[in-house]
């Protein structure tokens, strides 16, 4: 398997995989299970639901893997959510929920052969990923594969998702681009978040956006209608190849035959999980 073939079944997968592994983020299982829990922000919600595999550490950990957020919204929620639930308990209680919210999404599909077969697949290729400069994944790698293969989906489209993700951050930090210009440019691409959700979730005010966007205007990646140039095209084109090529690793160990099935069995099982109401449709643009 050539770069360009490696790297073309990576995105491939990763855009099929993603919602298997994103809806945690809005499901009710997830969110009730914490709030039970003493967690009674959804930002603390979020933040320590994902960082604790990582254990207990401090905003600085979370600011920097999660790359794009505020710090001091994250210095809000941590560390003090370790003082309410203990990140091991945290963890029991996201495998519970995602598993509960996942089966509730497919329905009767989440029975099925195609589950079972994917689950076999992924968790083969998400053990072939290599934990080296990947933080958040290794943190999640730590963790024992659960029982079934419902549960056993979600983990492995976790790791994948944050094994890429780790790999995305580095070409970000390579290319210059802090936090929150990265997540600006993402923005004015037009298939993600709308821009004042984005400024919500991640804790930035109107004058943190335009800031960014000045910097961004500076550098010639946006343009005066707050879309990007063609260096600004050019350079994110650049920066999912650089992605792709990093999250490759995994899709060349277990080959195209199986990294393609991946992709074939995730696609359908995404879009049943999407037209389930996965994802609030007000946070994104037309384009999600």
């Known amino acids: 398997m050539d770069r360009a073939e490696a790297q073309q079944l990576a995105s491939r997968a990763h855009a099929a995989l993603e919602p298997l592994h994103a809806f945690v983020y809005f499901a009710p299982e997830v969110e009730q299970s914490f709030t039970a829990a003493g967690l ?14 990582l254990g207990a550490v401090g905003a600085s950990v979370v600011t920097a893997t999660f790359y794009n957020f505020n710090h001091r919204l994250v210095a809000r929620h941590i560390p003090h ?14 495998f519970a929920g995602a598993e509960a919210a996942l089966r509730r999404l497919l329905g009767d599909a989440a029975a099925s052969d195609e589950v079972t077969e994917l689950a076999g697949l992924v968790r083969e290729a998400a053990e072939a990923c290599s934990p080296e400069g990947r933080p958040l994944f290794a943190g999640h790698a730590d963790l024992g594969w659960p029982d079934g293969p419902v549960a056993a989906l979600w983990h492995g489209a976790t790791l ?5 993700g780790d790999g995305h951050i580095a070409a970000l930090v390579a290319e210059g681009l802090p936090g929150l ?6 923005i004015a691409q037009g298939n993600s978040f709308r821009a004042e959700a984005a400024k919500k979730l991640r804790g930035w005010t109107d004058e943190d956006w335009a800031g960014a966007e000045q910097a961004l205007r500076e550098r010639g990646v946006l343009g ?13 084109a650049a920066l999912e190849e650089r992605t792709d090529h990093a999250a490759a690793g995994p899709y060349r160990a277990v080959g195209a035959e199986k990294s393609a099935r991946i992709a074939e069995l995730a696609k359908p099982l995404s879009r049943a999980v999407r037209k389930a109401g996965a ?10």
Request: net charge positive; aromatic share 8%; no cysteine.
């Open 224 to 236: 005066d209608d707050g879309g990007l140039t063609d260096e600004g095209r050019a350079m994110r």
């Open 181 to 186: 210009q990265a997540l600006v440019s993402h």
């Open 81 to 94: 959510a370790w003082s309410v639930v203990e990140p091991a308990e945290l963890v029991k209680l996201r």
């Open 40 to 53: 009674d922000s959804a930002r603390g919600r979020y933040f320590a639901g994902r960082a604790a595999p």
């Open 160 to 164: 994948l998702r944050e094994h890429r």
């Open 279 to 288: 994802f609030p449709r007000e946070l994104f643009t037309q384009r999600s």
